[in-house]
């Protein structure tokens, strides 16, 4: 297992549209256990794979208290999702430091492979929901940010650029 780089927003590269997995083959049940070690390290409940670089249709999840209980989303799709919405706070590995209300659906349900290869149908409210949709947009290669005003998202993006450009005088 390896710690995978996180790209940061406003990387080019988290705006390209994943591609669908082909086939669930060793390299990515290894991609799998990179990303979930990768998103445990940094405290996240959610990556997508395309948040380090990879351009294919890959998702892990773990919302549980105990960090115990991962979700393997591979070609997800949505197949329902409630006619209720909320609006949640997030937050998003690759915009550090940065949270922001964004809407959402309450509820979905979702058709995917998990890590073995096999279909799955996760049904999912609160918490669970709310990740999903937030990761299955990275797949599309979108950030949440860009739910949020230009004049929100312009700020958001020269603070972090400055961040960047202190963290390499360091």
């Known amino acids: 297992m390896a710690l995978l780089p996180i790209l940061r927003y406003p990387d080019p590269r988290l705006h390209t549209v994943a591609k669908p997995v082909s086939v669930v083959d060793a390299r990515i049940k290894a991609l799998i256990s990179d990303m979930l070690e990768t998103m445990y390290d940094a405290n996240g409940i959610g ?3 395309t948040q380090i670089d990879v351009h294919e249709r890959l998702i892990v999840i773990d919302v ?5 209980a991962p979700l393997v989303l591979i070609n997800p799709e949505l197949v329902w999702t409630s006619e209720e919405k909320h609006v949640n706070e997030e937050g998003c590995l690759s915009v550090p430091g940065i949270y922001d209300s964004v809407e959402r659906y309450n509820a979905v349900h979702v058709r995917a492979l998990d ?15 709310v990740c999903i949709q937030h990761e299955m947009d990275h797949l599309v290669g979108k950030v949440f940010v860009e739910y949020l005003s230009p004049l ?19």
Do not use: F, H, P, Y
């Not at 890590?115 to 929901?129: F, I, P, R, Y």
């Not at 650029?161 to 360091?170: A, F």
């Open 115 to 129: 890590g073995q290869g096999q279909s799955q149908m996760t049904q999912a409210d609160g918490l669970l929901a």
């Open 47 to 49: 990556l997508a794979a």
């Open 152 to 170: 929100k998202r312009n700020r958001i993006k020269t603070k972090l650029i400055k961040s960047q450009r202190e963290e390499l005088r360091r």
């Open 64 to 68: 549980s208290e105990e960090r115990d």
